[in-house]
Nanobody, 135 residues
Framework: QLQLVESGGGLVQPGGSLRLSCAAS????????IGWFRQAPGKEREGVSC??????????YYADSVKGRFTISRDNAKNTVNLQMNSLKPEDTAVYYC??????????????????????????WGQGTQVTVSS
């Protein structure tokens, strides 16, 4: 079964850290651009961070709201893409989703564009993991 599965969410105090993982089963993430998106209650889904495929230029994109606090990275050996989240704020509370897109065959041509289109039907979507930042 081809799917993405997110993990690593939970409850953390403001200023704390969490590391989310997006794992693929049935296919390799190497050739896919990966995006992390989030949706808070009552708000629209937004792009958080996106990273290009392994065989591309290694480019990354971060939303302004997370720059300097979040880091996206690949672990090719584990077939995962991770999102390290530091200095978490209550406004980071949301369900976090990862998505995979084969950009070489997609009208979405850059990771920036991928992150700016959070509702697009990408090749694969995970089921989401809850992140709650609260004291």
């Amino acid at each position: 079964q081809l799917q993405l599965v997110e993990s690593g969410g939970g409850l953390v105090q403001p200023g704390g850290s969490l590391r989310l993982s997006c794992a693929a089963s049935g296919f390799t993430l190497d050739y896919y651009a990966i995006g992390w998106f989030r949706q808070a209650p009552g708000k629209e889904r937004e792009g958080v961070s996106c990273i290009s495929s392994t065989d591309s230029d290694g480019s990354t994109y971060y939303a302004d709201s997370v720059k300097g606090r979040f880091t996206i990275s690949r672990d090719n050996a584990k077939n995962t893409v991770n999102l390290q989240m530091n200095s978490l704020k209550p406004e980071d509370t949301a369900v976090y989703y990862c998505a995979a897109e084969f950009l070489s065959a997609s009208p979405v041509t850059t990771v920036r564009a991928m992150c700016l289109m959070p509702t697009r039907a990408y090749d694969y979507w995970g089921q989401g993991t809850q992140v709650t930042v609260s004291s």
